[in-house]
């Protein structure tokens, strides 16, 4: 089984930082793709950004040049640099994987994280 847990969200003011982490835990052999999607109010969850083992990021265009996503591969640890936030970027932050828990596993396991709240004010 495989935990990831997320910290680091807050309440902030429209231009400030917060920085979120996730940090994988249990039966794993391997990640593929970490990274963090977000759902705010009455909207359908998004991509907010994701990064694979060797390095390719993904980004949504909405974040790009404010957000930055970095991974340690060997903590199994990913975290997202937030900065200048937009009341709009106001959601709860779902950090994800891609899991292969053992070498001999066929399928990648998608896993989700609790969700943290950031919220941003104007």
């Known amino acids: 089984q495989v935990q990831l847990v997320e910290s680091g969200g807050g309440l902030v003011q429209a231009g400030e930082s917060l920085r979120l982490s996730c940090a994988a835990s249990?039966?794993?052999?391997?990640?593929?793709?970490m990274g963090w999607y977000r759902q705010a109010p009455g909207k359908q969850r998004e991509l907010v950004a994701a990064m694979t083992n060797s390095g390719n990021t993904n980004y949504a265009d909405s974040v790009k040049g404010r957000f930055t996503i970095s991974r340690d591969n060997t903590k199994n640890t990913v975290s997202l640099q937030m900065n200048k936030l937009k009341p709009e970027d106001t959601a709860i932050y779902y950090c994800?994987?891609?899991?292969?828990?053992?070498?001999?596993?066929?399928?990648?396991?998608?896993?989700w994280g609790q969700g943290t709240l950031v919220t941003v004010s104007s």
């Open positions: 249990g039966t794993i052999f391997s990640i593929f793709v």
């Open positions: 994800n994987a891609h899991v292969k828990p053992r070498s001999n596993t066929l399928k990648n396991l998608e896993v």
